[in-house]
């Protein structure tokens, strides 16, 4: 059994005993009060609550790089919409997201090239059309037979500069 290494963890053991100190348990019980998952990109300059106006408890938050409707997107979604009160799906790409600024083997070789590790035998899914990802992602999540048929969905692209969202019709 490995140490929890402590000394690389530091400080987000200071900040939890800090937030925990003052932690208040709101009683939440996991569902989505608001009924809305946001599928979006771990990029660190999202904050996907902020951007839709809400607050914990409200969403559930699905993220991966470059926002993807995965096989495993699609396995949380049909969970959280038959046991969490999901009834929307927002899929939420954003601006100058790195899934987006260079090409399959791009990434690969940049892999290689600076770490020496060879990653050509995983996808990581990058896309030189993100309207075009962001439509075969919306179409795969309206066509995946296990979610609910009313299911809604929508996609908008984040934009990291301006905080908006700009919608997609599709």
Do not use: W
Not at 67 to 86: F, H, K, M, Q
Not at 103 to 129: L, P, W
Request: charged share 20%; net charge negative.
């Amino acid at each position: 059994m490995n140490e929890f290494p402590a000394n690389a963890f530091e400080d987000v053991l200071a900040a939890n005993a800090a937030y925990s100190e003052t932690f208040d348990d709101s009683a939440l019980t996991g569902i989505a009060l608001k009924g809305l998952a946001i599928i979006t990109c771990m990029d660190s300059r999202i904050s996907p609550l902020a951007v839709v106006g809400m607050e914990p408890g409200d969403v559930k938050i699905i993220r991966n790089a470059g926002a993807r409707v995965t096989d495993d997107v699609l396995r949380t979604l049909v969970l959280a919409t038959y046991l969490l009160n999901v009834n929307r799906v927002l899929v939420m790409p954003h601006t100058e997201c790195k899934m987006a600024s260079g090409s399959e083997a791009a990434i690969h070789a940049q892999i290689k090239e600076r770490f020496d590790v060879d990653t050509r035998s995983m996808e990581f899914r990058t896309v030189d059309n993100q309207v075009a990802a962001l439509q075969i992602d919306l179409d795969r999540i309206r066509a995946f037979p296990l979610l609910p048929a009313g299911l809604q969905v929508g996609g908008a692209i984040y934009d990291v500069h301006t905080g908006r969202l700009n919608i997609h019709e599709g």
